[in-house]
């Protein structure tokens, strides 16, 4: 992201160039930047999860598709950013992207290949299926599950994609563990109805 912004002279630039500069990281790009939103441990209003999966399926199920990089709409793809303020954001994150960074080095980097892309795009689409469902605070394991995987594809960090298989796993058992638990009638603290 930061390549296109330092080249692009233009005033605008449109979302598809963002997209067409981001090539063959577009993937993890997009999941954490539409995992970001769920992993907050908060109440939310009803409806947010299930507004913030949207972007989650559609992008794992391009993955599990075995696409080469993100497919967009073409109205969104036309839509332009003001450069000035696509500076300003690049380099508010650039310290906060760099101390995770450093934690982030290539490992086992055969998981991060194409075959192992359409296996992240499963996991995420079943992460996406219990954000999903409007259950509060059981989003945000399978939303950090998202966005931990995102950024092990980001650095080929097969360990963090590893982990975040993981993480995203102990997420969705905890969305059935209460879903059975409302489905038996036990007691459940009102946010639960």
């Not at 992240?120 to 605070?137: D, E, N, R, V």
Request: some cysteine; charged content about 10%; glycine content about 8%.
């Amino acid at each position: 992201m930061q390549l296109i912004v330092v080249k692009n002279h233009n005033e605008l630039i449109s979302v598809g160039e963002i997209k067409n500069s981001l090539h063959e990281r577009g993937f993890g790009v997009l999941l954490a930047i539409a995992a970001l939103p769920l992993c907050l441990p908060i109440p939310v209003p009803p409806g947010y999860s299930t507004f913030f999966s949207i972007p989650l399926f559609i992008f794992s199920v391009q993955m599990m598709w075995g696409m080469s990089s993100p497919w967009i709409p073409q109205w969104l793809a036309v839509k332009q950013i003001k450069k000035v303020n696509l500076d300003r954001m690049v380099q508010k994150a650039t310290p906060w992207l760099r101390k995770i960074e450093s934690y982030l080095h290539p490992r086992l980097t055969y998981i991060s290949t194409r075959a192992w892309e359409r296996i992240i795009g499963i996991f995420a689409f079943i992460f996406s299926l219990s954000i999903a469902l409007p259950i509060p605070l059981t989003n945000f394991p399978p939303g950090w599950g998202i966005l931990i995987m995102s950024l092990g594809l980001l650095s080929k960090d097969g360990l963090t994609i590893i982990a975040g298989m993981i993480v995203g796993t102990v997420g969705v058992g905890i969305t059935l563990v209460v879903l059975a638990l409302l489905w038996m009638g036990v007691s459940m603290p009102d946010f639960y109805g």
